[in-house]
């Protein structure tokens, strides 16, 4: 796992599977860890992490969305409270059990062994849009949807960070997940665009952070790309960069959910 202060208050983590990116974020005397890495001994490092930056141990977990390779904190830090959107905590209501029956899933993959099993325990419920108190400070949530039927985006506004869940890709599509469509997608884009235009770092879910012009452009991207697959279905091209075996599986799910 690789890890960069973006900013004095911001560190972000990258799993070496998927490139997933977590943020622990510092206000005054509380942190809070966003999203997760993946394997076990990158979760297990975590709380040397937050010691060796001088920072508490989090005081919450947030999550973007409830895809399970982001609701992993309570594995590092148990009995810490997970706080999300409504519509995610809608979605785990919907679906109780989603999130543990993925990672037994990918876990039995990998051959990944695990200490113990995924509990999420006291989840809160946050209003979106809205805001959430770190220390003295307030930290901005924005509805995100499209990716999945859930989600939001977090604006870290003292840093001009923007963490965007799974959006802003350079090594993944647009994934339209179950229940949304490339519509709700592109809606999620152009309700996310603003903040972008004003974040001076932009924090995916997976792959590289971006500037505010390397964003924009992989936001150009993928409008251009998610208004073909409406049209062509399976005829729209791929963005460059993207255009791998994997990325053409992914491609081909997302024809089934277009509209």
């Known amino acids: 796992m690789r890890a960069v202060s973006l900013h004095r208050d911001v560190i972000v983590a990258t799993s070496a599977i998927w490139q997933t990116n977590c943020a622990i974020i510092r206000s005054g005397e509380e942190s809070f ?6 394997l076990p001994a990158e979760l297990e490092s975590l709380g040397a992490l937050v010691e060796q930056a001088g920072l ?47 990672l037994r899933k990918f876990d039995e993959e990998y051959f990944i062994e695990r200490d113990r099993p995924l509990a999420l325990g006291a989840v809160q419920a946050l209003p979106v849009p809205g805001s959430c108190e770190i220390g003295e400070r307030e930290l901005e949530l924005h509805p995100a949807n499209g990716h ?39 809606a999620a884009l152009e309700r996310l665009r603003p903040i972008v235009e004003r974040a001076e770092h932009i924090v995916p879910g997976h792959g590289p952070f971006l500037d505010g012009a390397q964003a924009l452009a992989v936001l150009a991207e993928d409008v251009v790309y998610l208004e073909a697959l409406r049209e062509l279905g399976g005829e729209a091209e791929l963005p460059r960069g993207r255009r791998t075996k994997a990325q053409r599986r992914i491609h ?8």
């Open 33 to 38: 860890l966003v999203d997760s890495p993946i």
């Open 148 to 186: 999945t039927v859930d989600g939001m985006a977090i604006w870290i506004s003292w840093a001009g960070i923007l963490l965007l869940g799974d959006y802003l890709s350079m090594v993944e599509l647009p994934v339209i997940g179950a229940g949304s469509t490339a519509t709700a997608y592109l």
């Open 56 to 102: 508490s141990v989090p005081s919450g977990l947030l999550a973007t969305h409830a895809d399970w390779d982001h609701l992993l904190g309570r594995l590092a830090f148990p009995g810490v409270t997970l706080g999300c959107a409504e519509s995610t905590t809608d979605r785990m209501k919907a679906s109780p059990g989603e999130a543990q029956r993925e």
């Open 252 to 259: 081909a799910e997302n024809v089934t959910r277009r509209s």
